[in-house]
């Protein structure tokens, strides 16, 4: 199951399948793309004041072991079903990547495949001294989605992008720290903070400010996801806006701004 939490400005969305190191089912797919949804409404209707970042975690020891292979079987033998279930996985992916407001995967142990993709589709990546990664479609003859791929060759370049997916290379954290994976490493007991820290930094941050440069970057990554007109209107139109007469005040003041 994925479960939902309000803390404080942040929402935290949690899978909780520790038993099988948190591998999603059909089920999680939806009950993802739902939780996002509502996430992407509230901040809609809240004018983007609300709410600040969201954190993608999983239940303690694990973070995804990707896709539940047992539930794929039946599966393949319903091609439609197959397709329905592979466009599910892509749209909650692409809910993750395109949500207006940052992004924190918070990844504990295992972070394999479907796994690797949700973490790749988030802003920002923290992980503990255990947590390693890998993909490997090619072990069950399988391929990797092109845009699950282009996150990959985004975040760490084409040569490495290769090892991961014609190698099946397994990465340990430091390696995956080394390679420019993550943003931050530490110790497993240390995650929560450091998860609150980062928080802290992103919810002090100017929300119009937040929204408006994610689509801008979405816009110079992928064209099309944000009309350039709408992105340049943006960028004009803040310079008239409360938060940056906060922004500008609290400059010219030597205090810290204080967004609302």
């Not at 794929?72 to 592979?86: F, I, K, Q, Y």
């Amino acid at each position: 199951m994925i479960e939902m939490q309000r803390q404080d400005e942040a929402v935290w969305l949690t899978l909780r399948r520790a038993e099988k190191k948190n591998a999603m089912t059909e089920a999680m797919w939806e009950q993802l793309l739902q939780a996002l949804s509502q996430v992407a409404d509230e901040h809609r209707r809240s004018g983007g004041r609300a709410p600040r970042a969201l954190v993608l975690a999983g239940a303690p020891g694990a973070f995804c072991a990707g896709a539940d292979i047992a539930e794929l079987a039946p599966l393949l033998r319903e091609p439609a079903a197959m397709t329905a279930n592979n466009q599910l996985v892509a749209r909650a992916q692409l809910a993750l990547e395109q949500l207006p407001v940052p992004t924190l995967a918070l990844i504990d142990g295992p972070c394999f495949g479907g796994g690797f993709g949700l973490a790749a589709a988030c802003d920002f990546r923290i992980a503990s001294a255990r947590a390693s990664f890998a993909i490997t479609p090619a072990r069950l003859g399988l391929l990797y989605s092109i845009e699950d791929t282009r996150r990959v060759v985004r975040l760490l370049g084409d040569t490495r992008a290769r090892r991961l997916l014609l190698r099946g290379a397994r990465l340990d954290a430091q390696t995956a720290q080394d390679w420019g994976l993550l943003d931050a490493l530490v110790e497993p007991e240390q995650l929560q903070a450091q998860a609150q820290a980062w928080l802290a930094d992103i919810c002090a941050q100017s929300p119009t400010s937040m929204t408006g440069i994610k689509a801008t970057l979405a816009h110079v990554g992928q064209a099309g996801w944000h009309d350039e007109a709408e992105v340049r209107a943006a960028f004009d139109s803040a310079f008239y806006g409360s938060d940056f007469a906060e922004g500008a005040a609290a400059f010219l003041e030597r205090r810290s701004a204080r967004f609302h």
